[in-house]
């Protein structure tokens, strides 16, 4: 069986013309496209977000108020040292070995100007009903380094929507957050030594959004650092009532426990007070991926495997 057109694929001119018509074809179809303008070709900044709410429009965000972030030693054991890393004398450096943990106990000075300051400045944000409390914008970033925990004065804010914590030296938050009702956004960003948070924080309905330095947490999943075995007694964690059934204490009766619960956008290591054992039973359960069951902590405490080692293996 013959083909008559056969010979035009062997016929060179007929090639020169098939290859000419495909890169007018090109041509017409580069010029015809769209052009993408200059700035759509630009790279997108990234604008970082310091302490400001979330929907802050670019123009109206602020240089990083924070002089200097406070840092502790608390969870250095987390991180690896760089592979091959030595020390001074060329020895090679070895990975640190979790020790056991305790609260940092350092009591804030209530008579303080600083701490003065920030009373005076709860007490206008809730004379004014404003949805904001941002203690650094308030007292100023000099006084806010002193502040070691929140007055229980918060607990009258009833209007405050948005309390922005962003680079404290806060220690520790009082349970009156959970009175804090109209909450909906909490941002404690790059507060290192927060490293748990008071269980009643669970009773702020609104609380939607928050960040948090999830890395500084007891318990984080990225590298599971344990948590402080209880009980520890401290005059300053424990709340006045219940913090699950928010009824009273009975003499000398006061339960602790650690939960790691969903709060917001983040699961979040809890500090429970709990004036009995049914009160125990009733907290809900954990979040998927921590530790199934309400605990004391403790070195010997088994915690999920830790998000890095897994990644890493």
């Known amino acids: ?160 929507k948005y309390l922005s914590l962003y680079g404290s030296h806060l220690v520790r938050i009082p349970p009156e957050i959970g009175e804090m009702a109209a909450l909906e956004e909490f941002d404690p960003y790059t507060s290192y030594r927060l490293h748990w948070f008071p269980y009643e924080i669970t009773r702020c309905p609104r609380l939607k959004k928050s960040r948090i330095s999830t890395r500084a947490l007891y318990g984080n999943y990225k590298y599971r650092p344990p948590f402080p075995r209880l009980p520890q007694t401290l005059p300053e964690l424990a709340p006045a009532t219940c913090s699950v059934c928010n009824g009273l204490f009975s003499e000398g009766k006061i339960l602790q426990a650690w939960i790691s619960l969903k709060v917001a956008t983040d699961v979040l290591p809890l500090l429970v007070h709990a004036c009995s054992d049914q009160c125990l039973k009733n907290l809900p359960a954990p979040a998927q991926g921590y530790v199934q069951s309400s605990h004391l902590g403790g070195l010997d405490l088994v915690q999920p495997e830790a998000f890095y080692k897994i990644r890493h293996v």
């Open 1 to 160: 069986m013959s083909f008559p057109f056969a010979f035009l694929f062997f016929d060179p001119f007929s090639v020169l013309l098939i290859v000419v018509a495909g890169v007018l074809t090109a041509l017409l179809f580069i010029l015809r496209r769209p052009k993408t303008s200059a700035s759509a070709l630009a790279p997108k900044l990234f604008r970082p977000r310091f302490n400001q709410r979330s929907g802050t429009s670019p123009s109206e965000l602020h240089p990083n108020p924070v002089r200097h972030y406070a840092w502790c030693n608390c969870l250095d054991a987390q991180y690896d040292p760089p592979e091959g890393k030595l020390d001074g004398n060329g020895n090679p450096v070895s990975k640190l070995e979790w020790r056991k943990l305790s609260f940092h106990t350092k009591a804030q000075d209530t008579n303080s100007g600083a701490w003065k300051s920030l009373e005076a400045y709860i007490a206008k944000v809730r004379e004014d009903r404003s949805d904001e409390l941002n203690p650094m914008s308030g007292v100023g970033p000099e006084n806010w380094e002193q502040i070691l925990t929140l007055p229980k004065s918060i607990a009258t804010l009833k209007a405050v």
